[in-house]
Structures are given as structure tokens and as C-alpha cells.
């Protein structure tokens, strides 16, 4: 009977610590909290403190180890955050580069229209001759660079 006695007065003495789940609110924001909050729901391993409080809950330690874990998290959606904008300035530099290709392309088109119009159009020999050149040169231009 001893034996149970001091069984039971060591399990309701051990402090009881509750799960941390770590999921995403309705903005996306990092939400931390000792009850699941949705599907999406992590655990976080937090590890009991050293010292526990009379109450055998929540002290010092406790609390720095949660706002350690809040603050990785707010550094890793800052990381997150730096690398979406590198993206973001990525793409939009490729499609400004892009632009400014199909502009050139189209402006080397035109030349080379514009060359063929004026050998089509009866032109003397030396127009005709370097309508014919400057037609060749540009496709040329047109072959390497669109």
C-alpha cells in the first residue's frame, strides 16, 4: 500500500507539459500555441525547463525557449521573404530583357523589309545593290540574335 502511496504522490508531484503546435494563421503569419490549430498543424519539440516554477508550470526558461523558437521562425519568414523578392526582381528582369529582344527582332524585321521594298520597287543597280547588302547583313542579325 506504501508502495502505490508513493507512486501516486510522484505522479501527480511531476509537472505535466503540454505540446506546442506550431501552424499558420489566416495572413500566413507563424502562430504558436498549446492546442492544434488547424490540419496544418506541427508539433514543436519544446523540452521541459530545469527549473519549474511552484505552480509546475510556465517560468524563465520556458519562456526563452519559446521566444528562441519564435524568433528562428520570424529569421526563417525574413529569409523566406528576401528570397521571394530575388525571384521576383529575377523574373521581372527576364522579362524585361525578353522585351527588349522581340523590340530589337522587330525593329531588324523591319529594316529587312524595308530593304527587300526597295530592291522589289525598281530601284537603280547601285540602290538595288546595297538594298541587297544591308537586306543580307541584317537577316544575318536576325539569325543570331532572335
Do not use: H
Not at 509537472?15 to 490549430?37: E, H, I, L, R, T
Not at 525574413?78 to 523578392?85: D, I
Not at 523574373?91 to 522585351?99: F, H, N, P, V
Amino acid at each position: 500500500m506504501l508502495k502505490w502511496c508513493v507512486l501516486g504522490a510522484t505522479l501527480i508531484a511531476s509537472p505535466a507539459f503540454g505540446q506546442v503546435y506550431k501552424c499558420k494563421d489566416g495572413s500566413g503569419k507563424q502562430v504558436f500555441s498549446d492546442m492544434p490549430c488547424g490540419a496544418g498543424a506541427q508539433t514543436v519539440n519544446v523540452k521541459p525547463p530545469r527549473g519549474e516554477t511552484p505552480d509546475g508550470w510556465r517560468d524563465d526558461a520556458w519562456e526563452r525557449q519559446l521566444n528562441d523558437l519564435k524568433q528562428r521562425e520570424r529569421a526563417e519568414a525574413a529569409s523566406e521573404q528576401r528570397s521571394r523578392k530575388l525571384r521576383d526582381a529575377d523574373r521581372e528582369r527576364e522579362a524585361l530583357a525578353a522585351e527588349r529582344k522581340s523590340r530589337r527582332c522587330n525593329e531588324l524585321k523591319a529594316e529587312r523589309d524595308a530593304a527587300e521594298a526597295v530592291m522589289r520597287n525598281g530601284a537603280t543597280q547601285w540602290q538595288y545593290e546595297d538594298a541587297r547588302a544591308r537586306g543580307s547583313a541584317v537577316q544575318k542579325q536576325i539569325a543570331r540574335e532572335c
